[in-house]
C-alpha cells in the first residue's frame, strides 16, 4: 500500500507561503499523486496533481523530486479561506490485489491561517 | 458545484429506522465510492463500484447496504444503525476506474451529515 505521512499541523499568517510535505516512500512506477482541500462538513475538493519534477495551476504548485518519495504542496500567499485540511493521496493505475489502498486518505494536514 | 449531489444534506434517525442516502453524478463518470469521515478522524473507503458492479467492501458492516441502479446513481440504504455510526458519509465518483487508468482524481458531494439517536 502507498502509505502517506503528512504533518498534523501547520500555522501561517495571511500573505504567507505555506509549504506542505506529503512523504509516501512505496509509491509505485505508474502512481500519480493528488493533493485536495477539505473545509468542515464539506466533501474534499481536488486541487492539483502529478506524476513528477513541478506543476503549477491558479490554485498551487506541486513539486516532486525526481525519487518521487515524497511530494511539496505549496500554497502561495495564503488568505483566511485556505483554512482547511489538506491531503494527498497516491493512486494510479494498479492491479486489483492493491486498489484499495490507492483510495485511502492518510489523516491530513490542518493548516490554520491567522491575520 | 462539483457534479455530484448528495441528499438529504442532514439525517436524524433512530436505531431502529431504515432510512437512505442518495447520490447522484452528473459528469458522466463510470465509478463511484462511499466515503465515511467520523469527527477527527481520516476519511474511510465504505464501498466501489466500477461500471454499475461492486468492487471493494471494506468489511462494512451489513447495516449498511449499497446499491448501484445505474452509472449515475448510487445509494446507501441504513437500517438498524448504531450511535457510532453518526458521521459525514460522502459519495465520489471518478471517470475511470481506478484499476483501469484512474490516477486519484475524484471528485466528492457535499456529503450527508447522519445523527443516529
Known amino acids: 500500500l502507498a502509505k502517506t505521512t503528512q504533518p498534523i499541523s501547520m500555522d501561517s499568517y495571511e500573505g504567507q507561503e505555506v509549504n506542505i510535505t506529503c512523504s509516501h516512500n512505496?509509491?509505485?512506477?505508474?502512481?500519480?499523486i493528488t493533493w485536495y482541500q477539505q473545509f468542515p462538513s464539506q466533501g474534499p475538493r481536488f486541487i492539483i496533481q502529478?506524476?513528477?519534477t513541478k506543476v503549477t495551476n491558479e490554485v498551487a504548485s506541486l513539486f516532486i523530486p525526481a525519487d518521487r518519495k515524497s511530494s511539496t504542496l505549496s500554497l502561495p500567499r495564503v488568505s483566511l479561506s485556505d483554512t482547511a485540511v489538506y491531503y494527498c493521496?497516491?493512486?494510479?493505475?494498479?492491479?486489483?490485489?492493491?486498489?484499495?489502498?490507492?483510495?485511502?486518505f492518510g489523516a491530513g494536514t490542518q493548516v490554520v491561517v491567522t491575520p | 458545484e462539483t457534479g455530484v449531489t448528495q441528499t438529504p444534506r442532514h439525517l436524524v434517525m433512530g436505531m431502529t429506522n431504515k432510512k437512505s442516502l442518495k447520490c447522484e453524478q452528473h459528469?458522466?463518470?463510470?465509478?463511484m465510492y462511499w466515503y465515511k469521515q467520523s469527527a477527527k478522524k481520516p476519511l474511510e473507503l465504505m464501498f466501489v463500484?466500477?461500471?454499475?458492479?461492486?468492487?471493494e467492501n471494506n468489511s462494512v458492516p451489513s447495516r449498511f447496504s449499497p446499491e448501484c441502479p445505474n452509472s449515475s446513481h448510487l445509494f446507501l440504504h441504513l437500517h438498524t444503525l448504531q450511535p457510532e455510526d453518526s458521521a459525514l458519509y460522502l459519495c465520489?465518483?471518478?471517470?475511470?476506474?481506478?484499476?483501469?487508468?484512474?490516477?486519484?482524481?475524484?471528485?466528492f458531494g457535499e456529503g450527508s451529515r447522519l445523527t443516529v439517536l
Open positions: 465520489a465518483s471518478s471517470r475511470l476506474p481506478l484499476a483501469g487508468g484512474n490516477t486519484g482524481e475524484l471528485f
Open positions: 459528469l458522466g463518470h463510470n465509478a
Open positions: 502529478g506524476y513528477k
Open positions: 512505496n509509491i509505485a512506477t505508474n502512481d500519480y
Open positions: 493521496l497516491v493512486g494510479g493505475s494498479v492491479t486489483p490485489t492493491d486498489s484499495w489502498g490507492k483510495l485511502q
Open positions: 463500484y466500477n461500471f454499475k458492479e461492486q468492487t
